[in-house]
């Protein structure tokens, strides 16, 4: 029997079967049959299908499965998850990214810790800075100096606080006039890190444009502070 994609049931006898018996019949919708099997209760077949879904797909779906089975103890599984993740990553690193950058809490540290396992790096500044970003690895934006500015520019206004807090923080200390004018932006960012905790976007972005020191830097922070007394 062929399961319908929308039904998460999971109720078949023997998911294995089932998924060689949709590959060999090329089921038009095999792809997201593959994806859908990464919500399974069963560890073994979230990884079995994600494999599936990395050889035949290059899919990026596939990566928190690869994610668990790099952090298993079946040294077969660990080495074939760490080629499909290569693959993908060769195959469509914005999509790699995007994954990574997307995925929800331990989900996404258990993605950044498979790539890191691999020793995968992208190629590319615009994209390691990215990577990095989305890792939360700010040491290596740090050690990137100047190169990584329009990346973190990029980033200025991202959702999570923690994110636009850290890229006003490199940016500071890269000392890099360009980033001049995104940060003067930040100036009115009152948001905080996780739950308002610590100082506010805006305290930081004042103290990387003291830090950058040019006179259109000075003056923003001079009036900035005017405006908060």
């Known amino acids: 029997m062929v399961r319908d994609p929308d039904d998460d049931l999971f109720e078949d006898d023997d998911p294995y079967a089932e998924i060689e018996a949709l590959i060999d019949s090329n089921h038009p919708h095999l792809k997201e049959i593959l994806a859908d099997y990464g919500r399974h209760p069963s560890w073994h077949v979230r990884v079995y299908a994600a494999m599936r879904l990395a050889e035949l797909f290059q899919d990026v779906r596939a990566v928190p499965g690869l994610a668990e089975a790099l952090e298993s103890t079946d040294r ?26 997307y995925a929800i809490g331990s989900t996404r540290d258990a993605v950044a810790d498979a790539l890191d396992r691999i020793g995968w790096q992208p190629d590319g500044t615009d994209i390691a800075v990215s990577y990095f ?42 000392g890099d006039p360009r980033a001049v004018p995104g940060l003067i932006e930040l100036l009115g ?28 830097a000075l003056e923003a922070v001079q009036k900035w502070h005017r405006e908060q007394e």
């Open 76 to 101: 077969h599984a660990q080495r074939a998850a760490a080629g499909l993740l290569w693959e993908i990553g060769d195959a469509d690193t914005p999509g790699l990214l995007d994954t990574l950058y």
């Open 133 to 174: 970003v989305a890792a939360r690895r700010w040491r290596d934006c740090l050690a990137m100096g100047k190169s990584a500015v329009p990346g973190l520019m990029r980033v200025l206004h991202d959702p999570d606080g923690n994110i636009r807090r850290a890229a006003a923080w490199l940016l500071g200390k890269s």
């Open 189 to 216: 960012d009152t948001g905080g890190g996780m739950f308002g905790i610590g100082e506010r976007v805006c305290d930081i972005a004042a103290e990387a444009l003291e830090r950058i020191g040019t006179l259109e």
